[in-house]
């Protein structure tokens, strides 16, 4: 398994920016296909953006398209989130997964069974 931690959370007005940062242990981080999740409190946990491990390709949910950007660097086993025009709705626990068995370059996972990897997760806290 590959060890995950998260960190960039923190406590933001609506409209403003934080960036997520999940670092990655593990000589083949290269290779692994990486996504974040959110759960809020009484809800289940949500799919928000996946990247390849090619880097090449990425998707997002319909709820963050245009505001978050997933990127990856390979050099410092790290993949990040860039949340933009934050929202009350977009408070949650973020976590960052990893699937760690090679599956082709373009290919992105969306579903939380599809990963085997789990960060503990960083509040992200946003206020009207």
């Known amino acids: 398994q590959v060890q995950l931690v998260e960190s960039g959370g923190g406590l933001v007005q609506a409209g403003g920016s934080l960036r997520l940062s999940c670092a990655a242990s593990g000589r083949t981080f290269s290779s692994y296909a990486m996504g974040w999740f959110r759960q809020a409190p009484g809800k289940e946990r949500e799919f928000v953006a996946a990247i390849s491990w090619g880097g090449d390709n990425t998707h997002y949910s319909d709820s963050v398209k245009g505001r978050f950007t997933i990127s990856r660097d390979n050099a410092k086993n790290t993949v990040y989130l860039q949340m933009n025009s934050l929202k009350p709705e977009d408070t949650a626990v973020y976590y960052c997964?990893?699937?760690?068995?090679?599956?082709?370059?373009?290919?992105?996972?969306?579903?939380?069974?599809?990963?085997?990897?789990w960060g503990q997760g960083t509040q992200v806290t946003v206020s009207s």
């Open positions: 997964a990893a699937h760690g068995t090679r599956i082709p370059r373009t290919v992105v996972l969306i579903r939380t069974t599809e990963y085997d990897s």
